[in-house]
């Protein structure tokens, strides 16, 4: 082979592999291609391959409307990709993505998620079924709801999530479900309506309908809501860029946020492991549990970020108001601001100790079911009862709640 940094590939080099036109198929020298499964797999002309992590398995089909660009990503069995741009990221079994699609790092298709064409997504998690339309720039949320193809919990065409503030801050990632009702399968759906958006960050509980049009900029705790927004009042207001004149709820749901990662980290741990088999090989779940970790570790910069930036807030803020500034929000700016190292040291001591975090019940009940039927991933949650689901779902919220206890521990004034 020549020894240039790519190559076309050559039909020897993926023998089992269909490529109906192999010399218009690019494979860079890094590529492992014994990662590579060609059993039912399709790679149509102009793809391009790149990465020593990138994992294909059966069933696969690349570039079926455009050219597909993977660069170290893990993809599923019977994934199709038909477009676009991914790097860094992880196709669950039966995931699907359109042309145009343009996929980077900490992003996790669950099995059977999908999105339309041209679609943007950046440490982005979608748990099984979830589907976004066409048009879409969907960064930093997480979002689950739904029990199956027929209902799922959908966000509509030419959707934005907000995850840049004119402070110039990122600490905006938006809890669109949760992790301990979420990887149950049996929440009722969320619905997104199109050419809207939702103002990061921000909680949405299941069974919401935000109207289409709807720019939204609030949680929404309470289920089964539907919500809308009208125009807002034009207007000009003085503004300094830089001044944070609350910071409650976006630490607040920052920490949250990230507790429900670390949930789904004993999630995959110790539940997802126990299907690593045929269908859902090894280097595929080490995949998953890498890029977590990557998400875990992108929420905890950019929440240190935020705090770093209430120094110069707090200056400016107490600068403008003088006397009035309000002493809450001075007091919980000082707190973010000395303890924000804190909470990264926590992060990571949770994170070191994940197999203890283990609920060894509900391990029984999921290895049994395993061995009683085939180990696929979705049959199995879906066939747990009531109360084997509640008892995952208590064991999940538990940790949930001790995380987010011992991140406020730190801060008293955002209590």
């Keep these: 082979m020549p020894n240039n940094r790519s190559q076309r590939i050559d039909v020897l ?14 494979i860079d020298d890094s590529i492992d291609t014994d990662r590579i499964s060609g059993n039912d797999t399709v790679i149509h002309a102009g793809c391009r391959l790149f990465g020593s992590q990138t994992l294909i398995c059966d069933g696969v089909e690349l570039g079926a409307e ?3 660009t993977i660069k170290n990503c893990f993809v599923g069995p019977n994934v199709k990709l038909k477009g676009g741009y991914f790097e860094n990221c992880v196709f669950l079994e039966g995931a699907e993505a359109g042309s145009g699609a343009h996929v980077r790092a900490g992003t996790i298709f669950e099995e059977q998620a999908s999105i339309a064409h041209t679609v943007g997504l950046k440490q982005t998690i979608l748990f099984p079924f979830v589907t976004l339309g066409s048009l879409i720039n969907f960064c930093d949320c997480l979002m689950a709801g739904g029990t199956s193809r027929k209902n799922h919990s959908e ?22 479900g949760d992790v301990p009702n979420g990887v149950m399968l049996n929440q009722n759906p969320i619905f997104l309506g199109g050419q809207g958006g939702l103002v990061g960050p921000c909680r949405i509980a299941y069974g919401t309908v935000i109207a289409a049009g709807s720019i939204y900029r ?41 507790a429900n990662l670390f949930a789904l980290m004993a999630w995959y741990t110790h539940i997802r492991g126990l299907f690593v088999g045929e269908r859902f090989p090894k280097a595929l779940y080490q995949g998953l549990i890498d890029t977590l970790k990557t998400a875990i570790d992108e929420r905890t910069k950019r929440f240190s970020a935020f705090c770093e930036k209430l120094q110069h807030s707090l200056q400016l803020y107490e600068k403008q108001m003088g006397d009035s500034a309000s002493g809450k929000l001075v007091q919980q700016k000082k707190e973010l601001i000395a303890n924000q190292n804190l909470v990264v040291e926590r992060i990571g001591e949770n994170l070191a100790q994940i197999e203890t975090y283990a609920n060894p019940k509900f391990i029984s009940i999921i290895e049994k079911k395993i061995a009683v039927c085939d180990p696929v991933y979705i ?18 919220q538990q940790i949930v709640e001790r995380m987010v206890a011992q991140m406020l521990d730190l801060f008293p004034s955002l209590r």
């Design 13 to 26: 080099t993926l023998k089992d592999i269909l490529i109906p036109s192999p010399n218009s198929i690019e």
């Design 66 to 68: 455009v050219p597909v």
């Design 155 to 176: 966000v509509g065409s030419s959707y934005i999530h907000f995850n840049y503030t004119p402070n110039q801050d990122k600490a905006t990632a938006s809890l669109i």
């Design 218 to 258: 609030k949680d929404v705790l309470k289920p089964d809501h539907l919500v809308f927004e009208g125009g807002g009042r034009g207007g000009s207001v003085p503004y300094t860029t830089g001044i944070y004149r609350a910071v409650k709820r976006q630490a607040t749901n920052n920490i949250v946020y990230m």
């Design 379 to 396: 049959d199995v949650i879906k066939s747990l009862d009531h109360v084997q689901a509640q008892l995952g779902t208590q064991w999940l």
